[in-house]
């Protein structure tokens, strides 16, 4: 048959040169090829006549059949075992739960991850969020039950969305941070009727609580920078690794990975990891009273040491006036000791708006004149320079945000510059522009934009070059930046210390090799089965 269908043009004749012509006992040509039998080679192995090949088709014997029928299905199931073994469950997830009980207030985080990679890569990834209505639980030290159902509405919401058989192996972490370190030092009783009040609570949950405790500073820093560096899959990459800065309410946090520091200078500031088989020793610092509404008492606390009924000043806007309570400003431990002796009951703070002199203020709530160690921050702690970039999360977004200065390719000057201008607007004119801000949140922006400058420039010593590769981040990859992430990371162990063994091929790729493989064995397999095809010696034509 193939003789039939072969032909090539031979250059002389332009003659149809018959590879497998008829030979003399055909007498007919074969269909569709008149001059087939004008050429025959000399010797030639012929196929059987056309009658009886119809007849002993080799093809259509019953073993080639069913060998192929057999051939076909087994090529289907290696191929569909091949997919289904391999291929990802995506339907299927798994939980953990963890709640950032901060000093302004609590949220519920809720992360997912599939069910079959709990060890494995950077998958992990924020599902749900809830703030918590009202402050953060440090501020029910009077009334502590109220700080155990203060809770239950966020956790109603997350028993909705973590599916009910996942329930009882969901991990459910308290986190709490510096409102609580402030509450323990003031008053430890207080903080442990607290944290009882939220342990029961917490209990009520189908959830498999793990417990409730403070972090320490350095434990807040150092899951914060594992978050961000996780989210952004630096770690699995083995890539240089970004800082990590947060400003919460009560405290705030550095932590950077510098090729000046190996943990030796200061140990207490130095948090090591071993993540996909990669050494870190990360610098971290928190500083205890410099969140910003702890910042802001210590500078209201400069402004008032001598006990004053009326204070200008110069952090808040012109035509702006608040009456302050001269013993809810010095109840926090972060000023107490320093307040005045008869003082009066409360004070009249008006704004001034004058951003350089509330830099001045801002300046004096920070000691920059002791130093033991080859280079400081400021109070004395030990802090290599700045290197890197740098992700600042919490209120550094919320207020460089709202004060559209989150571009930090804008010079130091230019953002000095926006701020004494923002500062020096008019209260109402600032209330008229942004009617629906919380008037709280508001009136503070002045402040806090000057503070942060000041904390990144003065206290942590960023130049504008080193400026300009902080980000103001809220999220990475749709996961808030936060401590909480990483915290969770590190007590299920989701982080492996070695390298993951990655497959050799991607999935696709694994499925298409097996596919051709198996298609080639199949198809030599038939050959193999083929009867002898007629063959022809290399011998001169006849013509
Ligand atoms: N402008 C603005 N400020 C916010 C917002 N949410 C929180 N803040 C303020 O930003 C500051 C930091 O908030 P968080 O990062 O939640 O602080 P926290 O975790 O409660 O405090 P720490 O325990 O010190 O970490 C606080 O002064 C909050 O009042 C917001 O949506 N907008
Ligand atoms: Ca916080």
């Avoid at 029910?140 to 919401?157: N, T, V």
């Avoid at 701020?419 to 508001?442: R, S």
Wanted: glycine share 6%.
């Amino acid at each position: 048959m193939l003789g039939y269908l072969s032909h090539l043009e031979t250059g002389q004749t332009n003659q149809p040169l018959y590879l497998f012509p008829m030979c003399p006992h055909f007498h007919h040509p074969p269909p569709g090829n008149p001059l087939a039998s004008t050429s025959c080679p000399s010797v030639c192995l012929l196929p059987p006549p056309l009658s009886e090949m119809k007849e002993k088709n080799p093809w259509h014997t019953p073993v080639t059949i069913i060998l192929t029928v057999i051939g076909v299905i087994a090529i289907v199931t290696l191929v569909t075992v091949a997919v289904l073994q391999n291929k990802p469950i995506q339907q299927k997830y798994k939980y953990g739960i963890v709640l950032d009980a901060g000093s302004s207030h609590t949220a519920v985080y809720i992360y997912e991850w599939p069910a079959e990679k709990d060890n494995n890569t950077g998958r992990v990834q924020q599902k749900y969020s809830c703030k918590v209505k009202g402050k953060g639980i440090s501020s029910y030290a009077d009334e502590p039950q109220k700080a155990g159902e203060s809770l239950r509405e966020c956790m109603f919401e997350a028993k909705k969305q973590v599916p009910k058989n996942r329930h009882g192996e969901t991990p459910l972490y308290l986190g709490a941070t510096a409102g609580m370190r402030l509450l323990n030092l003031d008053d430890s009783s207080a903080s442990n009727k607290v944290f009882q009040a939220v342990e029961e609570a917490l209990q009520r949950f189908p959830f498999s609580f793990q417990g409730a405790r403070i972090l320490s500073g350095q434990e807040e820093g150092a899951f914060g920078w594992v978050t961000i560096n996780y989210l952004s899959d630096r770690l699995k990459q083995g890539l240089e690794t970004t800082g990590a800065l947060d400003l919460g309410g009560a405290s705030t946090q550095i932590s950077f990975v510098s090729d000046s520091y190996n943990g030796l200078e200061s140990p207490k500031n130095s948090v090591n990891f071993r993540l996909y088989g990669n050494d870190y020793h990360v610098y971290t610092h928190s500083f205890l009273c410099y969140g910003k509404d702890q910042a802001l008492g210590l500078a209201l606390a400069h402004q008032t040491k001598s006990g004053p009924r009326t204070i200008t000043d110069p952090c808040f806007h012109p035509g702006y006036t608040q009456t302050k309570n001269y013993s809810i400003l010095y109840d926090s431990p972060c000023v107490s000791e320093r307040k005045p002796q008869e003082a009066p009951l409360s004070f009249t703070l008006s704004g001034s708006g004058n951003f350089t002199k509330c830099h001045e203020v801002i300046k004096s709530v920070f000691d920059f004149t002791s130093c033991n160690y080859s280079r400081c921050s400021f109070n004395g702690v030990f802090q290599p320079t700045p290197q890197g970039s740098f992700g600042a999360f919490s209120a550094y977004y919320f207020v460089m945000k709202f004060l559209n200065l989150t571009d930090t390719s804008t010079s130091i000057e230019v953002v000095r510059e926006k701020l004494m201008e923002y500062c020096a607007t008019p209260w109402t004119k600032i209330v008229k522009q942004h009617p629906k801000v919380d008037q709280k949140y508001l009136s503070e922006y002045c402040f806090s934009g000057t503070y942060i400058l000041t904390l990144l420039i003065e206290g942590y010593n960023f130049t504008s070059e080193t400026y300009s590769k902080i980000e103001f981040i809220k999220k990475i990859k749709g996961s808030d930046a936060g401590w909480t992430l990483g915290y969770m990371l590190n007590l299920t162990n989701m982080i492996p210390a070695e390298a993951p063994d990655s497959p050799l091929l991607p999935h696709a790729g694994y499925v298409s090799i097996v596919t051709i493989i198996a298609i080639l064995l199949f198809a030599l397999f038939i050959l193999s089965l083929r009867p002898v095809w007629p063959t022809c010696s290399k011998q001169p034509q006849i013509v």
